[in-house]
Structure formats: C-alpha cells, structure tokens
C-alpha cells in the first residue's frame, strides 16, 4: 500500500461523522490490516440493561471492516457480516478491533476480526465478507 492511499484513509477516518462522534481512532494500518480504538463510555453507549450496546460494539468492527478494505486501494463495500457478541467490556475500557484479510479474489475480500479490551479480553468476533466495485477511492 502506498503512503498516498494510506494517509487518505487516516484523514477519511478522522473527518467521518460516526467515528468522530464515538471517538474512534484508526492506529493501525497497513495492506490487509487495520486496527481501530475506541474508548466504552456507558453514558453513550449503554443498553437498556446498562450494559454496551451491540451497536457501538458492532460499528467499531465496522470501522475496522471499512478501512482494511480500502487497503487495496479501490471501493470495497460490506457483503455480510456476522457477529458473535463474547462479553460486555467493563466501563472505560480502551477497545480494540484487528481486521485481517484472510482472503480474497478480484472481486470478493473476507476478513477476521475481533475486538479485544486492553487486557486482552475478548468482546466480539466477527467474519466479514466484502465485494471489491473495481471503481477508484473519491477520496484520493
């Protein structure tokens, strides 16, 4: 991956409205590989149990999902993604999720990814399969 195509995810993570708002932070980043942070705050991101939402747990995977599919430096967008929730992470804990591409073809890309606590507790799996369009990143 070049550093043009890398620096552009960087700044297009970092001006995305959703991933501002729940203060993710792409820290990783290389062909086939991202990992993104985000700090659980219960009082916007809790459940009606008091407990994580399985939406912000699930929009840190994507996030970590979108930007490692870009690595191949032409749109890629989610096919399917399936989730398995492990545990609820405890307040204030630093999550972490590590996209791999695990393989892929010209046109189709599946990925492992977890997302971890800084304990290196498991909170979510995910296998996720993407469809590359062919078509240039608009953020180049």
Sequence with gaps: ????????IFR????????????MELVELAE?????????VPE???NLFGRAHGG?????????FETVCQTCGGVT??????????ASPESGARLRAEAR???????????????SDREGRLVAT???LAYRTGKPLPFL
Excluded: H, W
């Excluded at 086939?32 to 659980?40: H, I, L, P, Q, R």
């Design 12 to 23: 297009g993570v970092e001006r995305e409205p959703l991933a501002r708002t729940l203060g």
């Design 56 to 64: 912000a747990i699930f929009s840190l995977i994507d996030e970590a």
């Design 32 to 40: 086939g590989f991202s990992a993104v942070e985000m700090t659980y």
């Design 101 to 115: 591409e695990i393989s892929s073809t010209k046109r189709t890309a599946s990925y492992d990814i977890r997302v």
């Design 44 to 46: 916007t991101m809790d």
């Design 1 to 8: 991956m070049d550093d043009s195509l890398r620096e552009a």
């Design 77 to 86: 967008v989610a096919l399917n993604v399936n989730v398995t929730y492990v």
């Design 126 to 128: 995910c296998q996720a």
